[in-house]
């Protein structure tokens, strides 16, 4: 997996890596939903698409990982596969489309692990290191 | 002292003080015994959230630390800042997630000697009465937005006006349940969707509702006034402002991250991401963030009512023979404009406590009038196998620490340790062993919250005694506990 839980004093932590910022965002979508829940089966049952704009990678990443959350705990609804992902960069700002297959989530049938209050900003840094993307993200519990 | 390269001074056995460096406005100021330094210090960040918060505009004469410090994102957990309001910040990190996250404590006039074999049967008909876990929802009919806008607007008002308590509980509740000048109209609808269904509910992680007992008491006056006595049943609810608080501080800090540059603010860290307390921006923050403490008000109102309504059912008593009424409610997340005595000049400051609770003296204007002769109760929840503290609030208090003290005991270990260490181990049974009763919605909640997951809060509630910032009134043991 292109992402591991490492030791938080009291959240949790998740180092992140991908071979592009595209693969990056889509290992830090898996991390966020093994983090919160426990499902072994999935149903497509509906997509959705979201556009984000933001002034850094990692202002985009928070965002599209805070829509997630968002998904789950308002909306009852979790992704299943990434469809599409794609990243532009402007002089000011990056852009974010992405495509979601889903379903309905029941909290009282699946297995919720934990409620993720939010998206931290805290020491999240996207690098590259040689080939591989990086970074470290906390969520919030 | 010298902690992880950050030379630390000692000003007396209470408190010690980081002296200015680099961008520093002010020092920072920890109170902790020797001994916390020693063994839970030492390579904890948060020592340098301390400094890091001391970089913050505007910043009056200290950024504080309480005795429960530890790592939390951009202000440490313990922290206290207070900011001028004319050319200071408000920051959402010294807030925190759980907007008014908080403590209220009700009292009933049973010895636990009477309804020892009912305990069981009470928490398991709380633990149905009041949901919890996560996601919890539907303690009360899903409201519409109108309805949670009531809610932000009027906190535990609304409570009141739908039947969950008196009005008694109103002027019992810090802020009266209802802090001014909320701004519905800054909370986003995301926000608000979060609240819909989540009214009276506990939710999960270390939050609870307990039911104790009232172990020991140290100021026979102050508990008189309170009305503890020596094995009384008294309740205990831990919980804030669930998803919508949650959302509310997420919403802001988005704008706030992204309009650094606009302000010229260099911080050391994102999470400190602040505005002008004058700016629009941190106008709508403040609006947003009053909304949300007066929508956990009105949780921690209706979960209350809730409670009582269980011990009713079970006990089969009436209202007259339970006597369930509350003592206090106080919040230990939030940010507040009070004035403070600062360079001899009363001084309008936003204070803001991220894991701090108010800790008001006696003859304070803003306590109840019940409490003006000791002064307004802090209450410090401890873990769920040991114990959990009453305390009151001291001048000393106003002198030093703008007012607040600690708020509980603090994790020593992770969630990941505590569950490794929880291993082998029949929590359930030793906590039965202890004579505490425990329901939660799933055992990796109990593991992860094990009582030897957290500091011994006595530790830190006494440091706030010897240090003459809250004295402690009584201390209460857990014998029935509910969490998500």
């Known amino acids: 997996m292109p992402y591991k839980f490492i030791e938080h004093p009291a959240d949790i932590a998740v180092e992140v890596d991908g071979n592009s910022l595209e693969e990056l965002f889509k290992s830090a979508c898996y991390a966020w939903r093994e983090a919160a829940m426990n499902i072994s089966s999935f149903n497509k049952e509906s997509s959705k698409k979201f556009i984000f704009n933001g002034t850094t990678s990692e202002i985009l990443l928070i965002e599209l990982l805070s829509e997630l959350n968002f998904q789950l705990y308002s909306k009852k609804w979790v992704f299943v596969t990434i469809q599409n992902l794609a990243i532009d960069k402007t002089d000011s700002e990056y852009h974010l489309e992405i495509e979601l297959f889903g379903q309905t989530f029941h909290p009282e049938i699946h297995n919720m692990k934990e409620e993720i209050k939010a998206i931290t900003y805290h020491q999240v840094k996207i690098e590259k290191v040689g080939n591989l993307y990086k970074t470290l993200i906390v969520f919030d519990v | ?484």
Not at chain 2, 170 to 178: A, C, H, N, Q
């Open chain 2, 1 to 484: 002292m010298n902690i992880s390269g950050i030379e630390i001074e000692k000003v007396n056995d209470n408190l010690w003080e980081i002296p200015i460096t680099g961008e520093m406005l002010v020092p920072g100021r920890i109170y902790a015994s020797e001994k916390m330094f020693k063994e839970t210090l030492q390579n904890d960040e948060a020592i340098k959230q301390v400094i890091n918060v001391a970089h913050l505009p505007g910043i009056q004469k200290y950024s504080l630390a309480m005795p429960d410090i530890h790592w939390g994102y951009g202000f440490p957990i313990g922290g206290v800042a207070a900011t001028d309001i004319n050319t200071g910040v408000i920051s959402p990190g010294g807030v925190g997630y759980d907007i008014n996250c908080g403590v209220r404590l009700a009292k009933t006039s049973l010895n636990y000697n009477s309804i020892k074999n009912r305990i069981q049967k009470l928490v398991e008909n709380l633990f149905n009465d009041i949901p919890t876990g996560v996601g919890s929802s539907g303690a009360i009919k899903k409201l519409n937005s109108n309805e949670i806008k009531k809610i932000l607007r009027n906190g535990s008002e609304w409570a009141i006006t739908n039947g969950f308590g008196s009005d008694e509980d109103l002027i019992l509740t810090e802020e009266k349940g209802k802090i001014k000048d909320a701004n519905p109209d800054a909370v986003s609808n995301r926000a608000i969707e979060r609240g819909m269904d989540q009214a009276g509910t506990l939710g999960s992680g270390n939050h609870f509702l307990e039911i104790d007992i009232v172990d020991e008491i140290y100021d026979e006056k102050a508990a008189t006034i309170l009305g503890l006595f020596t094995n009384q049943i008294v309740i205990q609810i831990h919980t804030g402002s669930r998803g919508l608080g949650y959302q509310v501080c997420d919403d802001y800090l988005k704008v706030l991250v992204q309009s650094e540059k606009k302000y010229g603010f260099n911080l050391p860290d994102k999470q400190l991401a602040c505005a002008p307390i004058k700016s629009e921006e941190g106008q709508n923050y403040l609006g947003a963030m009053r909304s949300a403490a007066n929508f956990a008000w009105n949780n921690r109102q209706i979960i209350m009512h809730l409670a009582k309504k269980s011990f009713n059912r079970t006990l089969n008593i009436s209202d007259a023979e339970l006597n369930f009424s509350l003592i206090y409610d106080v919040c230990h997340n939030i940010a507040k404009i009070e004035e403070h005595i600062i360079d001899g000049k009363a001084k309008k400051v936003c204070v803001h406590r991220k894991g701090a609770t108010r800790a008001f003296p006696a003859n304070n204007n803003l306590i109840p009038d019940k409490y003006k002769s000791i002064g307004q109760p802090v209450l410090i929840p401890g873990d769920m196998g040991r114990y959990s503290f009453v305390s009151i609030g001291t001048e000393k208090a106003m002198e030093e620490t703008f007012g607040s003290s600690c708020h509980g005991a603090g994790r020593v270990q992770s969630r990941h340790q505590a569950l490794k260490a929880a291993k082998g181990k029949n929590l359930i049974d030793e906590l039965t062993k202890k004579g505490i009763v425990i329901q939660a919605k799933g055992y990796k909640t109990i593991a992860e919250e094990m009582p030897h997951a957290y500091k011994d809060v006595s530790d830190v509630v006494d440091v706030m005694h010897n240090a003459g910032i809250s004295t402690k009134v009584a201390k209460l043991k857990p014998v029935g506990v509910i969490k998500g």
